[in-house]
Each structure stands twice: as structure tokens, then as C-alpha cells.
């Protein structure tokens, strides 16, 4: 079981659609992270937010647009994606993204495909 | 950015004793962590490495060399449902980034 919740497990979405994921973690967390992993790739980094502030964006395309409304939630915005977006998005949280001793903690997951 | 690079696939007998190697070369390294990643499920928080040395943590285990640039993931008494991808991950600058993992096939 995973401490960090992530909703739905599966979306289907086509190019015009507007959908968001959602994310959620009660650890008292004050990291929370977007990571996007293709098949048999690594996760990738996307977003980091630190006490609810934006701190890292890996130059992800603006049709990715997160937000983090309180300390427990993240969402992920989806507007016009490609095909190629379609992906496993993991959203993971930790202590606090500046203490290196702290470990991520991994949702299961949204897997997305785009039509 | 970093580069990380570790073996991409090894089989092992069910009992057994595997070591995954990992080498990195970064800047502003802040530790090294070890997730385990079965077939569509998120990655498992196995082990970290802030410090030169082993952490064991029961079957697990961990060894860090950051003169070298090294680490290596030690599985012992492997078991059937060990057998999954182990991700090794470097954070720099306070960012994680993963390994392209190993894929581990533990036999009967």
C-alpha cells in the first residue's frame, strides 16, 4: 500500500480535452514532485513544489500546468497533448526537498494515453 | 546534469546472490538512493547512501563510494517476488534523477 494517492489509475483523453490528475499525501510532507516514466524508461522529472511554491520545472511544455492547492494536495493540468505525452505520471512526496536524507515516496500512478 | 549508468538486465537463481553496480558522475551530490519498480507499479523506497559504506538493511543492502562514484545494490536470499527493476537514483541539487534501472529475473 502507498501513502500517496493518485487519481484515476487510468485516463484516456483526447487532443481537445481539458482532464487534470490528482494527487494526495497525509505524511505531513512538505515536497510534493510530478515525475513522467515511458515504458521500460526511467521516471523523469517534471515539477517540484516546496512549501507549495513552484521550485523546479524541467522546461515541461505549458500544456502541463500543476498546482498545488494546500500542503497534502497536487494536481497536474492537462490541455492539447500529443500522443507522445502518453505515459505513466507518478507523483511522489518527501520530508522536505531540501534534506537529501529524506526518500521519495511514490503514488501507483496515472497512466495516461492520449487518442 | 548527471550522467548514471548501471547494468540493464541480470538473471539469478532463486537463493542466490546478486550485487547490481552503479556509477554516476555528478555535481553537488547529495546522496544516493536504490528503489525497487515491479511492471506498471510506482517505485519502492529500498535504500540510501548519504556517507562512504554499507547500509544493511535485512536482505538488502547498500555501499557507497563517492571518490569513486559507485555504488551497488546487494540482494541476498534472492526470492521469486524479487525479481522486478532496481532503480538507482543520484540527487543533486536537491533533484532526484533515476538510473535507467536493471531488470532482475530471479529463476526457480
Known amino acids: 500500500d502507498t501513502e500517496v494517492t493518485q487519481t484515476p489509475k487510468h485516463l484516456v483523453m483526447g487532443m481537445t480535452n481539458k482532464k487534470s490528475l490528482k494527487c494526495e499525501q497525509h505524511?505531513?510532507?512538505?515536497?510534493m514532485y510530478w515525475y513522467k516514466q515511458k515504458a521500460k524508461k526511467p521516471p523523469e522529472l517534471m515539477f517540484v513544489?516546496?512549501?507549495?511554491?513552484?521550485?523546479i520545472n524541467e522546461s515541461v511544455p505549458s500544456r502541463f500546468s500543476p498546482e498545488c492547492p494546500n500542503s497534502s494536495l497536487l494536481n497536474l493540468h492537462l490541455h492539447a497533448l500529443q500522443p507522445e505525452d502518453s505515459a505513466l505520471y507518478l507523483c511522489?512526496?518527501?520530508?522536505?526537498?531540501?534534506?537529501?536524507?529524506?526518500?521519495?515516496?511514490f503514488g501507483n500512478g496515472t497512466r495516461l494515453t492520449v487518442t | 546534469g548527471q550522467n548514471i549508468d548501471q547494468p540493464t538486465e541480470m538473471t539469478a537463481t532463486e537463493g542466490a546472490i546478486v550485487q547490481i553496480n552503479c556509477t554516476y558522475q555528478t555535481s553537488g551530490f547529495n546522496g544516493l538512493f536504490w528503489y525497487q519498480q515491479h511492471a506498471g507499479e510506482a517505485p519502492t523506497f529500498l535504500s540510501y547512501n548519504v556517507l562512504d559504506g554499507l547500509e544493511e538493511k535485512g536482505r538488502f543492502s547498500s555501499f557507497l563510494s563517492r571518490s569513486k562514484g559507485y555504488s551497488y545494490l546487494l540482494l541476498k536470499e534472492l526470492q521469486m517476488k524479487d525479481s522486478a527493476s532496481y532503480l538507482c537514483?543520484?540527487?543533486?541539487?536537491?533533484?532526484?534523477?533515476f538510473g535507467a534501472g536493471t531488470t532482475v529475473t530471479v529463476r526457480a
Open positions: 505524511m505531513g510532507h512538505r515536497a
Open positions: 511522489a512526496s518527501s520530508q522536505d526537498q531540501g534534506r537529501s536524507l529524506t526518500p521519495l515516496h
Open positions: 513544489y516546496s512549501y507549495e511554491k513552484l521550485s
Open positions: 537514483a543520484v540527487r543533486s541539487d536537491y533533484k532526484l534523477s
